[in-house]
């Protein structure tokens, strides 16, 4: 079967995103939208950002869902996926993509309440919605996640991250222990690893001088699209990564090399 044929089979799957209002949720919101896969758009305050998500979506001929939820908390969690799947369908897809680092803080300032929001939001949301949709992937030997974790959960960020730093680095640990568990069941869970990509987590948190010195650092030279981590995403999604399992991919322009 070749990759084109792989990637139509996404046409009769349904794909939650969280996080899916703007930039790497959106993006592989749409690309999935694009390859066939009915699509729930989670948002949980920027809800403009998904209304245009979906539109997006629906202009390529696809078809999409808004669902709001707090994925910090697993009561809307489990509502939120239960309301998919009276809408469009059990969930295949599970893209743990909401996660931020709120603030940079630096050892002697981070407070427990900012560690404890920041590991909810990128770690253990991942987590929670993990479990809400494995039941029904299990049950049924069919079903993918994967979660977008970050070039500084392997390099440990820059000043001020080491919140962001563990989650994104306890998502690539949590990665391999959802797929040993889940993968006799048939179902795949792996990751993507995004370095610079041009978002508004870099507008929001990172200078003009410290993104040009890491634009020296990229053997690519550049940043990268939210598109091309969707790419990646997709792919993952799809039969053409059959017998992937447990990993994360780099998608950074080669900035880490592992």
């Known amino acids: 079967m070749s990759s084109l044929n792989l ?12 996080g899916a209002s703007s930039g790497i949720g959106r993006a592989a919101a749409v690309a999935l939208g694009a390859l066939g896969a ?11 950002g998904a209304v245009e998500c979906r539109e997006e979506i629906l202009r390529s ?4 869902v808004i669902v709001k939820a707090d994925v910090r908390k697993g009561k809307e969690i489990t509502a939120m996926v239960e309301q998919v799947k009276e809408r469009v369908g059990p969930v295949d ?27 909810d ?44 730093s563990a989650a994104k680095g306890g998502l690539i640990t ?27 987590y870099h507008e929001k948190f990172s200078s003009s001088e410290s993104l040009g010195a890491l634009m020296g650092s990229i053997p690519l030279g550049r940043m ?13 999604a799809s039969g053409a990564a059959s017998y ?6 780099e998608v950074d322009g080669g900035l880490l090399m592992l």
């Open 7 to 18: 990637h139509r089979s996404l046409e009769t799957k349904v794909a939650l995103v969280t």
């Open 38 to 48: 009915v699509v729930a758009i989670n948002y949980c305050t920027n809800e403009s």
């Open 61 to 64: 001929n696809g078809n999409a």
């Open 93 to 119: 897809i599970l893209v743990n993509n909401a996660g931020s680092l709120v603030e940079r803080m630096r050892l002697l300032e981070l407070t427990e309440e900012r560690w404890n929001e920041v590991i």
């Open 121 to 164: 939001l990128n770690l253990k949301s991942a987590f929670l919605c993990s479990q809400a949709v494995a039941p029904s992937m299990m049950k049924r030997k069919t079903g993918v996640i994967i979660n977008v974790s970050s070039i500084a959960g392997r390099n440990g960020g820059g000043l001020g991250a080491m919140h962001y």
């Open 174 to 200: 949590l990665t391999k222990a959802l797929a040993k568990e889940l993968a006799p069941f048939g179902v795949l869970v792996n990751a993507v690893s995004p370095g610079v990509v041009d978002t508004a």
């Open 224 to 236: 990268g699209a939210p598109a091309e981590v969707a790419n990646v995403i997709t792919f993952l």
């Open 244 to 249: 992937l399992c447990g990993e994360t991919i």
